[in-house]
């Protein structure tokens, strides 16, 4: 029954390299197969690691969004118009219920695919300094807001891979404090030079497509995209007379600060993180059905959410998957479309598989599920998002 910390989902969109829009994600989840591909749209000389890229140009998606070539823009940004049109028109928010709504939303590379481009002429003169100005987060933020109009605050999140989680954790917090009705909450991220470099500096790239929880895993495949949740209270929705898609039950965060990089052996910060969403949601760890995993591929992430999970699960751990094995990891956006992903599975009752899993890991005991499983019943489903510096949180999505 609705309560006063009550907080729903009303409307969602994504954006990924599983489709250009819920429907096309969900075909894709259904049909168990994979977004991830040669480097297309990137301009780099690394050819060699698949990527999880949208299937649009720049071009192509200025003109679905109606803005002009010459408009100063970024592919984050117009990632993140497209995934926040959807989820307003399937909310059914107006412009004018955008002047009481607030809108978080986490990246960290932000515009950075202008500002790379822009490096060399920018130290000879000053030509670029417009596109310079779409580099931090928060210009991001504002480009896709001011697409759609005038929100009543715009807040970024900016914690690597669990950005997108935590924008929509505060959301959460907001609304259950009162200080907020409806927020739209979730990330964006597109893939660029810096970005993919950094991580093949870190030698956490597979040249193959990625494996989480394989015992031949060798590492991820970057991805790109975005999505938001439109989170709502019941006297808001009560007032517009819509109907909730699910409810956003709970929130963990924790950070273990066991490494910059590197995840921690026993899990810990996984660990924490998944306790406290339980706990905030007031469930305990039998009434989780699925869990969406971080699951990056890497050797050390995947043993390591594994080693957190069983400590939490023991020998009940409920079926669960990385679908980065579809999209690819789009780390700052990853926990917003990833939680699309679960409010899917919830609705449309399935259970994502885990994309070219093949060999169990011979440290623990876990297999991701290779089921979809259609007509499975889902109560109440488990998001992690994991990032760097042990930034780590979890979601609980549970159904009305």
Not at 141 to 146: F, Q
Request: glycine share 10%; net charge negative.
């Amino acid at each position: 029954m609705p309560d006063s910390r009550s907080v729903y989902i009303s409307g969602s969109g994504i954006v990924c390299a599983a489709g250009l829009c819920t429907r096309e994600v969900l075909s894709t989840l259904l049909a168990g197969t994979c977004g991830i591909a040669p480097v297309r749209y990137l301009q780099t000389g690394h050819r060699e690691f698949p990527v999880g890229e949208v299937k649009l140009s720049d071009a192509l998606m200025c003109d679905r969004l109606g803005i002009p070539e010459d408009e100063i823009t970024t592919r984050t940004a117009l990632q993140g118009m497209m995934a926040l049109g959807e989820a307003l028109e399937n909310a059914g928010l107006s412009r004018e219920d955008l002047r009481s709504a607030g809108f978080i939303s986490g990246t960290t590379v932000g515009g950075m695919d202008r500002s790379e481009n822009c490096y060399l002429d920018f130290i000879e003169n000053d030509s670029k300094n417009a596109y310079l100005r779409t580099h931090d987060c928060g210009s991001c933020s504002e480009m896709i807001a001011d697409h759609f109009g005038d929100f009543a605050f715009i807040e970024t999140i900016s914690t690597a891979c669990s950005s997108a989680a935590n924008a929509i954790g505060l959301a959460a917090e907001m609304i259950r404090a009162g200080e907020a009705e409806i927020v739209v909450a979730g990330g964006a991220e597109c893939i660029t030079r810096f970005h993919l470099n950094g991580f093949n500096t870190l030698m956490i790239l597979d040249r193959r497509p990625c494996r989480p929880f394989d015992a031949e895993r060798a590492g991820l495949n970057l991805g790109e995209g975005a999505a938001y949740l439109v989170l709502e209270s019941e006297e808001s929705l009560r007032r517009r007379g819509a109907s909730p898609l699910a409810r956003l039950s709970g929130y963990g965060n924790a950070c273990d600060a066991f490494h910059q990089t590197a995840s921690s052996p026993d899990g810990e910060g996984a660990y924490l993180a998944m306790c406290k969403a339980l706990d905030d949601a007031g469930l305990r760890p039998e009434d989780i059905d699925y869990i969406n995993a971080h699951g990056t591929g890497t050797p050390n992430n995947d043993l390591s959410e594994s080693r957190a999970m069983l400590r939490l699960f023991g020998e009940k751990l409920p079926p669960m998957s990385s679908t980065k094995s579809i999209t690819g990891h789009t780390t700052s956006a990853s926990g917003a479309i990833e939680s699309v992903i679960c409010l899917l599975a919830l609705r449309e009752k399935f259970l994502p598989v885990n994309y070219g899993w093949s060999t169990p890991m011979a440290e623990v005991p876990v297999r991701p599920n290779m089921d979809i499983s259609r007509g499975t019943v889902l109560r109440h489903v488990l998001c992690n998002s994991f990032g760097f510096g042990g930034n780590d949180s979890s979601l609980v999505i549970s159904a009305l």
